[in-house]
């Protein structure tokens, strides 16, 4: 059969390292992955109880309340005019880009351009594809040479927690319009910013111009609202290029669940949780960057998104075996890019307990 065996999946990858840790004989601390561990809310959680009847099928492209409720959104984050017919509702945002560069009908000929250090699905979705892959350099003008079809964003990123600054978005958003080229900015991780002013969106009017030809936005309620297990998202911008898309969405069967899409209305109404989810990151990422400086770790860019990228010095592997020892679970940075072979992601899904316990296995290791 021709099915591919290659695994995207960094759970898989992990295995042998969960393995190496449980045998530590300490109580294992998983900040491998990066699956929220906090409570749904629970004005989501009764809505989706009160909306359980629902024997039709929802609509494909997502019900209107709930498009709405994201334009609503977006014009209180960012002032952005979208209207709810430039939204569509996705499965979670992983479907949406594991299946992008095949429903946009790219081939074999085709370049995809992703992050340097990315998650994974980005290229596991340009392979399924059949696209050819290529990591985008700090110049995006090097790229004019191969000219992608697709470019990939990811603000605040995975692995790293950068974020990409007004300028960055609006020097890029210009590049891929002179070019014909679509930029798909995946922000899944958008809302999990320091408490204050919110990160900048490529859907921000002083990136785009109040205008969304050749761009995409891509959102989650899966860290947003520690909805992961509904699995519900959006993509919003260019209406020529979404509308085509939804088309060959729809008739892929790639349609959210009908109460998840009502109970994703209640979330995305309500702030209040956001802003109290950003304080607990806010304190959880303080206790665990302190833990890894005081034993001469250097932490990187991490100032926002759901996670801590350091380098210990030496190879990814090295760390995440000596962590492993320690009862400690992370992700070898390499998984995300062959530069990330010197560091190590932190996930920030862990109790405050949890992470000052890292920082004082690491310290009691020292000694
Ligand atoms: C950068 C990035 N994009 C997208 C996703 C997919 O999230 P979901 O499908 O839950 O929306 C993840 C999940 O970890 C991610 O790290």
């Not at 790219?106 to 351009?113: E, F, N, T, Y």
């Amino acid at each position: 059969m021709g099915v591919s065996s290659r695994t995207w999946s960094v759970s898989e990858l992990l295995s042998g390292l969960r393995d190496r840790a449980e045998r530590s004989g300490r109580r294992l601390i998983d900040l491998g992955q990066g699956a929220p561990v906090d409570p749904t809310p629970e004005l989501v959680t009764a809505e989706l109880a009160a909306a359980a009847d629902w024997p039709g099928y929802p609509p494909a492209q997502g019900i209107e309340e709930v498009r709405t409720a994201y334009c609503r959104w977006a014009a209180r984050r960012w002032g952005t005019h979208l209207s709810a017919t430039d939204v569509v509702t996705t499965v979670g945002s992983k479907e949406f880009i594991a299946t992008l560069p095949w429903l946009m009908g790219l081939s074999r000929s085709d370049l995809v351009a992703i992050p340097e250090l990315a998650y994974p699905t980005y290229a596991a979705g340009a392979h399924l594809a059949g696209c050819r892959v290529v990591a985008t350099p700090p110049d995006i003008g090097a790229l004019d040479a191969i000219r992608p079809r697709l470019l990939w964003l990811n603000t605040p990123g995975n692995p790293t927690g950068e974020s990409l600054t007004a300028v960055q978005l609006t020097e890029i958003v210009a590049w891929a319009r002179e070019r014909g080229i679509t930029v798909v900015s995946d922000e899944c991780y958008i809302e999990l910013t320091p408490p204050g002013p919110p990160a900048t969106s490529i859907l921000s009017p002083e990136v785009n111009g109040g205008r969304f030809d050749n761009l995409v936005a891509v959102h989650s309620l899966s860290k947003r609202s520690n909805m992961a297990g509904y699995r519900i998202g959006f993509a919003s911008g260019d209406p020529k290029f979404l509308a085509q898309l939804q088309q060959s969405r729809r008739d892929a069967g790639l349609i959210a669940a009908g109460p998840i899409q009502r109970a994703a209305v209640k979330a995305l109404a309500d702030d209040d949780h956001v802003f109290r989810l950003q304080q607990q990151y806010a304190e959880r990422r303080a206790v665990l960057r302190t833990g890894l400086t005081a034993v001469g770790w250097q932490v990187q860019h991490s100032e926002a998104g759901l996670f801590i990228w350091a380098t210990a010095g030496e190879s990814d592997a090295k760390t995440s075996a000596r962590l492993a020892d320690l009862g400690i679970l992370v992700a070898p940075g390499g998984f995300y890019g062959s530069t990330g072979d010197q560091h190590v992601r932190l996930s920030l899904t862990a109790s405050l307990t949890d992470l000052v316990e890292v920082g004082a296995r690491l310290l009691a290791a020292e000694q």
